[in-house]
């Protein structure tokens, strides 16, 4: 029997309540197909921070370096400012762990409504690759003069070769395995000194991969394609920021942020690889059991193909789309009544 060890951190708000689901849903479909996973669980939140002072202990990193795979629920929460808890906790795993890869699938499910007309299942499937180690996120600049009419903030971006060259490679790859086409997120025309160094990245990258077709567009006008003709898309690449952005965006396309997956690949599997929804700790519902518990449910499906179980991850979505397709049993989000319990029961009730 294959066993597998998964450090689980619930975090916030909203990661506590999807973060079980997640796991119900792997618990069955593990069963079916004779794995054994364990879990471990981390307390690491805002809520430890405000305890203890620390999102994670000093040596976090080194408790959970050897597990097969992080599952992560949601991190940040009022009282605790987000560059704390996010710096403290989120941003660490994902660079330590060299989970360079974002990588955020967008599909239009049957039955989830899009607010885009013209959206149709089926028809609507593309993949954000997000570069999620360096880019606009980086802790180099500061604030001076604070609180006086010469107050200025300085944000240094990083980009460096290898960074850039690291990402593109796995996006043209992964554009190859699909359907050969590429989008790369931009703005060289902007006065910005990164972007062409991009671009000339994007282009290198592209004569090595000559059954891939490519593309850039500027960031902003992309953002309004996504939105008026979202299937033309398959592979879109973009930096840090951009990615981010994006992925909300194209997520809520898709018919929310509740719906949407993340992972974050370290593909040389030096270090366990992150899942976790798109979404965040969500203040607004969390405590209530109505969030969605979707964005977690399908992140734990892309770990068991990342995991080599990709049967297993297929049959994870093939439920999910079982029940959006065939039932009314959908959470408030998606226009449902159901809370977070009764769609994953649902769920696992669809599974072999
Ligand atoms: P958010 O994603 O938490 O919420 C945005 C909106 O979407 C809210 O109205 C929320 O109710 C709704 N929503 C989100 N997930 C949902 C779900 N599963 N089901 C139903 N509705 C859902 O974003 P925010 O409000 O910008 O951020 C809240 C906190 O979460 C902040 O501290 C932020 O830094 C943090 N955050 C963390 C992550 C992460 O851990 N990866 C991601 C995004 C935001
Ligand atoms: C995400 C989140 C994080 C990010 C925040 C909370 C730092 O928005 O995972 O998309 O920007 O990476
Ligand atoms: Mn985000």
Known sequence: MKHYRVATIPGDGIGKEVLPAARAVLDRVAAHHGLSLSYDEFDWSCERYLAEGAMMPEDGLDRIRHHDSVLLGAVGWPGVPDHVSLWGLLIPIRRSFRQYVNLRPISVLEGVPSPVSGARPGEVDFVVVRENNEGEYSQIGG???????EETVVQESVFTRKGVERVLEYAF????????RLTSATKSNGI???????DELVAERASAHPDVSWEQEH?????????????????IVGSNLFGDILSDLAAAVAGGIGVAPSANLNPEREFPSMFEPVHGSAPDIAGRGLANPLGAIWSASMMLDHLGHAEAGAQVMDAVRTVLASSPVRTADLGGTAGTAEFTAEVIGKLP
């Open 143 to 149: 604030r001076a003069f604070e609180g006086t009419p």
């Open 173 to 180: 790859d992964l554009a190859g395995r699909r359907g050969g």
């Open 192 to 198: 910005v000194h990164t972007m062409p160094f991009w």
């Open 219 to 235: 960031i902003d006008a992309l953002a309004a394609k996504i939105v008026l003709a979202p299937a033309r898309f398959d592979v």
